[in-house]
């Protein structure tokens, strides 16, 4: 008995380990700091060179033309990153969109990953804005914010 | 109409309330008056939210904007199809149309098995009329459907958007709901079993079935999901590990182990403990995954709503179940040991441990990595997200393990298998692996995780036609019949068996179209007129952009020109739409060259009219549709399981030699001539007189061109009946009375409607299998759960007699005992 106790102590230990280093290795490749405009900007230089999923709203988006190469910023909360990306941008990222784009700051611009920008995407549970004034006034808890 | 939906839903709490009372009171005073009040107030439940769902639909459909949620997700304009489907289209519905599912199946439920679970039926009514509660409990203290504006009425809804105006995703939420809202039901039986402490074996039989009628739906609403994300988002992949997908997943997982470990207690009476907790757990991941999705906990490029009043009651309601549940697991522990121990490690049931321990790894890593931001940032004060690449890190090994368990579990014989019966069972399918694997390796595949996934695939297929071959000639040399027959009766005698088997090659596919991953090209290029780009076997040559509107929405259309291998192979043309009321949220219209062996898939980025330059991402996808031809596959074989027992046993034991190889040749020609009438049946309105060549290219081009109302999934116009098949009918007879050709139809086709979309794909019936699959499916599914329904309402006495005094199971496992011991024989 103690030695099956043993066996199983050593085996639950095995598997403890691999899995930690596992998930330490492959954590070390795949993890980004998700930070607002605001939180990065108030001290770029902690972030520089650090994988960064930065969320705020897009604006000044500029298009070199005949080409992939756009230019925008990114707000939040006063504060304005800029950013650089080469590639195609989705549907919805347009200015005043919101958006979570992944990359690493380069001085004081932040250089997109492909396929690095997401702009929010309609869901099932989130109800559009009202458009004007025939919306009229919502009664019970007006969560206008969707759901 | 909407007090009247608000005073129903009250009227349906306070009745559930009543239920879950009076059968927990008839049950502990033995009360029988009680019980069936109970039960008759739970089927009220059932009317109220039939009543109640029907006045939403009333409102969708006469467009009353009054109330809050119709103005919210529908408009005018809106097709009849969407307004219905808009029903789940928002939080408050989908939560309606949660407690009505759940009150119909739980209906069906205690009426099938009324008589043979007595003892357990008060406590299965309690239990799901709790969850009901619970729910009903927010729709009317928080998110009432019928919630109306106090002043001004909206002349108009602001309508549902657009990328959700899309077939896939109209039953994609319900397929899912029906998955997850099913998981409640084997909860139930688990539980009422628990309390009453009746833990034999009787309560896994009744709810066998529900759990693998409710998988069917979550894996058809998982797919579902991942046809809508690679045909309407058009950024060339089908899943993304988003949080909302990854929620969808999480009890599919648990199911699957459970459908695998149920079948060790029912023939080994183990893992007893194991099988209660994973539909305790199933359900858990079932609540857990909507308050996920609904809390605003996580962070999607899903909008997902931040309400920390709901996230404050699904939590609550999660201790809840969580206390609650394991604490009668606890307490019942002495009821619960195993019967059996583990004999061997070389036995089926240590394969399906193993495998379930995989799939408990897979859901629970999946969780973890999903809650990883959120949990980094409760304990660090940093969110740290984790991406794809991380998860695929992970869950690639993990799938490739599970392939190999898929081949490996039914070579393997219950208790132990001898070394002379796992060279007997192996030697075949290994040798047919390493035979793929060698040969891949000699044809210079560059993949090695593709092309290990590829060998897996080879070795679980062979396995699996192993066992129909042989369990086919065994059959064949005992009843004299040929081989075509014996397969169909084999297949009938042990539906469990070998519909799991054809499940089985469902997921190889499945994993064919995965490995196809691995040889995915892209590219992302911006073109000027008459650039070309060269990607595997295509060249794409782009040609122009044009700029139509159809009254509803703007389209922008690329022109592109394909060769495959140097030869033309038709036209593409990919499009942006911008919809009326939703310019800022333009749509990508995919255009897509589907055939068997790969995708070439086209989207328009953006563009410039003046200049004509436009930008696409071009991508090539190899094998893709063999994942959507597999789900097709996995969902015949859970049919299979799921037919009936005794009276299918019965009319197999009838089938005279050589019935099956005629009946199938019968049905096949059958199907080809039914093909032939339908089309014939469509007639233009006020057509123009053809000559006989004009009519012959129409009715040709009937059956090329397909509708494009949005509704009918792209029915050929020769098939589709909605109003907008006539106007294109209509359209084509008026072009071919012109004199046009086949190429000037589809441009003027291309021109009005904007896109490729009327064209459908170059290989017409390819795609348009590949449309119909789903709905196939679906059909199939309806047609299963009605049979499944007739079959559990029957009582006893409607079977015949020497069938009903032996219990289907019974027979089931004798006749899977026979058929091993015949096979082993034969070593």
Known sequence: ?147 | MATIGSYTLLAAFVACAYAIAASVAGARRRSLRLVESGVGAFYTVTALMTLASSIILHAFVTEDYTIRYVDRYSDSVQPLFYKLTSYWGGLDGSIMFWVFLLSVFGAIAVKTNREQQRELIPYVVAVIGAVQLFFLFIMIVHKDPFATYLTETPVDGRGLNPLLQNPYMAIHPPSLYTGFVGMTIPFAFGMAALITGFLDDSWLRAVRRWTMFSWLFLSLGLTLGMIWAYEELGWGGFWGWDPVENAGALPWFTATAFLHSVMVQERRSMLRVWNVTLVILTFFLTIFATFMTRSGVVQSVHAFGEDAQLSMLFIVFMAFILIFSFGWVIYRLPLLRARNELESWASREAAFLLNNWILLFAAFFILFATMFPTISEAFTGQRITVGPPFFNTWMVPIGLVLLLLTGIGPLLAWRRSSVSNLVYQFAWPVGLAVATAVGLAAIGFRVWVSGLCFALCAFVLGTISQEFVRGASVRRGATGTDIVTALVGLVMRSRRRYGGYVVHVGIVLMFLGFAGSGYKLEQQVMMNQGDEVELGRFLVRYERVSETDDGQKQMITGHMTIFKDGQAAGELFPARWFFRKHETEPTTEVAMRRSVSEDLYITLATYDLADQSAAFQITVNPLVNWIWFGFTIMALGTGIALLPESSLAFVSAKVPTGAATTSLLLVSLLLGGMGTNVNAQIAVPNGAELTAGQQRLEAELKGELVCVCGSCSHLPLSTCTCAVADDMRLRLNRQVAMGQDRDGVYQHFIDTYGSQEPIGAPIGMFNQLSWLFPMLVGGACLVGVGFVALRWSRRDSEFPESLASVPADEQDQQLEARLDDELRNLD
């Open chain 1, 1 to 147: 008995m103690p030695n099956q106790g043993l066996k199983i102590l050593l085996t639950t230990g095995v598997f403890i380990t691999a899995f930690v280093g596992l998930m330490w290795t492959t954590m070390q490749d795949g993890t980004q700091y998700y930070k607002h405009v605001d939180e990065v900007m108030v001290d770029p230089d902690q972030w520089v060179g650090k994988r960064l999923q930065v969320h705020g709203f897009a604006s000044d988006i500029s298009w070199k033309p005949s080409s992939l190469d756009y230019r925008f910023a990114i707000e939040n909360n006063g504060y304005v990153v800029h950013a650089e990306y080469t590639g195609i941008v989705p549907d919805t990222f347009q200015d005043e969109s919101e958006v979570v784009v992944s990359g690493r700051l380069e001085g004081d611009v932040l250089i997109v990953e492909p396929d690095g920008i997401m702009a929010k995407c309609p869901s099932k549970y989130e109800a559009k804005p009202a458009i004007d004034a025939s919306a009229g006034t919502e009664s019970g808890d007006a969560d206008g914010a969707g759901n």
